[in-house]
Every structure is written in structure tokens, then in C-alpha cells.
């Protein structure tokens, strides 16, 4: 077989990628008659395909490139900790400075005396450490008894078998098995979606309060945590009513149930601050971390718990961890990534600069005919599109049937923005300039007008 490269064809390079590569989350017939784009090369917020054409990445991959592309620190990092150490594991009374020093590191950037981390390679991994640890937790305090986890429809925590339980997406718990016994979801704050004539406020308390429901419902000595994402992402970026998280907050203490905050997004600067939590005003007693702890470079993600929580676990042995937990060479990456991220302020960055400006635009596509709400906070954003405002109305069409077709004109016109049924979303690089922000609303603004001329003539609204 010749050498697979940059410089094959890229018909060649589809033939070979639909004959043996399974795409995540993708029906691979239709992707193969298709042909996926090729991505060859990126450097800051741009990406490079196979026929040389250039695409402003609005998504920072899976919303976790955050100090962009092609930074040679990091590869300077990984070449460094590769030689000297590449892979050595935690157990069995070992350690590493790698993991030594990005654990210490993250309990100096965590709030609170969230002061402890346990590693995965990701964010599911993580979860599935969460639901293991707060089951763990509570047998260690005497409480075998509190076992159930309360998610929210339409979250998402990953895709393994105990991530996609925690998560709320019904397509995935429909091809078997999930959720696994003893998670149970309660409604989403999704106000512009299902908050009808109820205002926001209303909506938000009455969504959190559906948490202490449940809770009496199974009884409190039966609960063991609550889980949530400060924001939901992948849900198609849903911005809680503002009296939301005080009310869940209040439920947590007073049942004495864990928060766990799945800041698997939301860490590390999306929202203009180091995580969500602080954004939203949240205590967590465990918040899950991935993505932007490496800004992709490396695997890695993990469990930081409290001081409280860490104590219950320290005193028995936990019988869980992963082969690369605290990974070196992904520890080494993450740990210079949050230095660049310091050096550079990109956290202020966001917080001053970019966000303030983006939020600015992204609010005016209101302005757009197809465009309802536009949702956005730090540099994490969606729009909802609508056949008629006003209602906050769904289209007539399959849901995410208009949301595909604006998909596709992005990629049209060289822009990453996904779609989440019929709301698109984006979570760019956090290093994103005002002009490339432009570019990003200038791209978005004529994806939608196509999105609504071809709606038009084919008499979708
Ligand atoms: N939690 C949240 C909030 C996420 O958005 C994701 C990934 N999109 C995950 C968990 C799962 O992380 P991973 O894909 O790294 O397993």
C-alpha cells in the first residue's frame, strides 16, 4: 500500500477514509457517498482542507481548542516529556511530576477548596468517575443507601455507557440499554424552546424546583448527586434563566445532595471566567473537566473535588482508574497550556475584549428574518431559527431540518457552525481578534440569508 498523506489526492483520501474509518456520531453510508472534508493543517482559528481552501473554525474543533491552532509550545512540551518520560501510571505508590505539578495547578485555578483531581482521559471518562466516586463517597460516610443521580433531559456528559446514562439525549439512551439503574432526569431550563407564556424567571424556578421533586420523590437518603453543565453545550448552548442555579444551589444544600458541575466546556475561560461556575454562581463538590484543560492538544480531562469530598474518598481505597490516568505527556501539555493561557490573559482576553464584542454582533442577527433567540455568554453562542418570532415558533419540517440546511451553507462558505436541531451554536477559539470575529458574523450572516432564500423556495416556512 503507498504512503497515506497530505498529499494524496482527496478522492483517494475519502475512498480510503469511508473503507475503513468510522465516523463518531455520523451515518457512515451517507458520509461515504458524501466524502468527509479532509482537514490537513491549522494554525489560530483557521483550519486547512485537503484542496487548500481555508475555514474559520467557530466550534474550536469539539469546543476545545481554546488557545487555537499550531501553538509550538505545546508540541516543544510534548517532544520534551515524550524523551524524558512518556508514560509512566499513578498506581502502586507512584507518581510523576507531570501530575504532580497540573494537579496542583488546577487546585490553585479551581474556587472554593475544590483542591483535589483525579485524571481521565476525557470528559466521559471523567463522568463515569463521578458516578463510581459519589456512590464511593456516600457507602465511605455510611450511606450505602444514596445511589441515585439526578441529570436533565437533553444534557450531555459523553457517550460511554455511564456518561450517556448521566446525559439526557434520547437518541442515544434508544439504541440500548441506558440509562444504566439509578439515574433519573428532570426538565431542562430551555426557556425559549418550552417556557411558553411562563416568564423566564418563573420558568427557571419552576425547572430547579423540579430537582427537589424528584428528590422527595425517591427520597433524600436515596440521592446521592445532582449533576449538570453550568451552561448546557451540545444541548445546543442554553443559557439557564438567571434564577435557575440559585435555586438548584439552595435544593443541594439543603438535602445534602453533591453538585457535581460538568464544566467539560465551560472551564477554562469560555465563559470569561476560569469555569462556569463562577459565571453562573455555582458551588460545585465536583466539577468534571476536559477539552480547553489541554485545549485539545493532549486527551485529558478529570474529577476535581473538594476538600470534603476528598477526605471521605482518601480514607478508603477507591477501586477505580484509568491506565492513563495523569498521563504525562498529557499533563506536561495541559499544564503549559493553562501557563500560556496565564502569561497570555486570554481568560481577560475573553472576559474584556473578544466576548463583549462578539455578543455584540451575535446579538444584532435578532435582526435576521430566520433568527429568534440569540443566546450568548463568554464566547460560547446560539440562535435559535424560527419560522415566526414572535411565537418562539418551530418550524413545520423535521426538527433539524432548516438547522442542516444553514449547517451546510456555512460549510459552503467556510465556517465551522454546527447545528442542534434547528438552533445553530458556535464556541470559537478563545484568542479569536475582533476582525476575525467579523469575519465569523460576515460568514454566519450569509449562511443564513442562503438558509432562508432556499426555505423559501422550497416552502419550508
Ligand atoms: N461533558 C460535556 C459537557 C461535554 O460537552 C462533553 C463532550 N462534548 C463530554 C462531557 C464528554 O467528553 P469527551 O468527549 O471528552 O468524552
Known sequence: MPAITNHMPTAELQA???AHHMHPFTNNDELAAKG?????????????????????????????????????????????????????????QTTHVPAIALAAKIAEKAPGDLNHVFFASGGSEANDTNIRMVRAYWQAKGKPGKSII??????????????????????????????????????????????????????????????EAAILQ????????????????????????????????RICDKYEILLIADEVICGFGRTGNWFGSETMGIRPDIMTIAKGLSSGYQPIGGSIVTDEVAAVLDSIEFNHGYTYSG???????????????????????????????????????????????TSIVGMMGSLALTPDKAARAKFASEAGTIGYICRERCFANNLVMRHVGDRMIISPPLVMTPGEADILIERATRALDETYARVKDEGLL
Open 16 to 18: 480510503l477514509d469511508a
Open 327 to 373: 498521563h504525562p505527556v498529557a499533563a506536561a501539555v495541559a499544564l503549559e497550556n493553562i501557563r500560556i493561557m496565564e502569561e497570555e490573559g486570554i481568560v481577560e482576553h475573553v472576559r474584556d475584549v473578544i466576548a463583549p464584542y462578539l455578543a455584540e454582533k451575535w446579538t444584532a442577527l435578532a435582526d435576521h428574518p430566520l433568527v429568534g433567540d
Open 150 to 211: 439526578i441529570s436533565r433531559k437533553n444534557a450531555y456528559h459523553g457517550t460511554s455507557m455511564g456518561s450517556a446514562s448521566l446525559g439526557g439525549m434520547s437518541a442515544m439512551h434508544a439504541q440500548g440499554g441506558m440509562p444504566i439503574p439509578d439515574i433519573h432526569h428532570i426538565n431542562q431550563p430551555y426557556w425559549w424552546g418550552e417556557g411558553g407564556d411562563t416568564a423566564p424567571e418563573d420558568f427557571g424556578l419552576a425547572r430547579a424546583q423540579e430537582l
Open 218 to 249: 425517591y427520597g433524600e437518603d436515596k440521592v446521592a448527586a445532582f449533576i449538570a453543565e453550568p451552561i448546557q453545550g451540545a444541548g445546543g448552548v442554553i443559557v439557564p434563566p438567571a434564577t435557575y442555579w440559585p435555586e438548584i444551589q
Open 36 to 92: 468527509a472534508r479532509v482537514i490537513t493543517r491549522a494554525k489560530g482559528v483557521y483550519l486547512t482542507d485537503s484542496e487548500g481552501v481555508e475555514i474559520l473554525d467557530g466550534m474550536a474543533g469539539l469546543w476545545c481548542v481554546n488557545i487555537g491552532y499550531g501553538r509550538e509550545e505545546l508540541a516543544d512540551v510534548a517532544s520534551r516529556q515524550m524523551r524524558e518520560l512518556p508514560y509512566y501510571n499513578t498506581f502502586f
